[in-house]
Nanobody
Framework: EVQLVESGGGLVQAGGSLRLSCAAS????????VGWFRQAPGKERELVSS????????HYEDAVKGRFTMSSDNAKNTFYLQMNSLKVEDTAVYYC?????????????????WGQGTQVTVSS
């Protein structure tokens, strides 16, 4: 069974940086779509970034483009979200998600596996 465990969240001032980690286990395929999503209080969960492990193509939503970078360490089966120039509006619970696929996926309903989430709070 695939398990995803996020870590690295916390409290940071606006303009600061955080790096989230998603440790994956139980992968039975070489190809996955992995996504980072977030849900702010009172808002729906939204995609932040996604990656295809097949060709390492990465997608970023406009709100984070140029500030966030998604990467992976295949040896550790760990995915990262480096978040720079953080804004108050980045405050949310961040989730890692995965689905067996050789393509990028953007819609959360297409992801089969989810982590428990990690809180990111950006203060002004």
């Amino acid at each position: 069974e695939v398990q995803l465990v996020e870590s690295g969240g916390g409290l940071v001032q606006a303009g600061g940086s955080l790096r989230l980690s998603c440790a994956a286990s139980g992968f039975t395929s070489d190809d996955y779509a992995v996504g980072w999503f977030r849900q702010a209080p009172g808002k729906e969960r939204e995609l932040v970034s996604s990656m295809s492990t097949f060709d390492m193509i990465t997608h970023y939503e406009d709100a984070v483009k140029g500030r966030f970078t998604m990467s992976s360490d295949n040896a550790k089966n760990t995915f990262y979200l480096q978040m720079n120039s953080l804004k108050v509006e980045d405050t949310a619970v961040y989730y890692c998600a995965a689905v067996v696929s050789d393509r990028l996926y953007y819609r959360e309903e297409l992801y089969d596996y989810w982590g428990q989430g990690t809180q990111v709070t950006v203060s002004s």
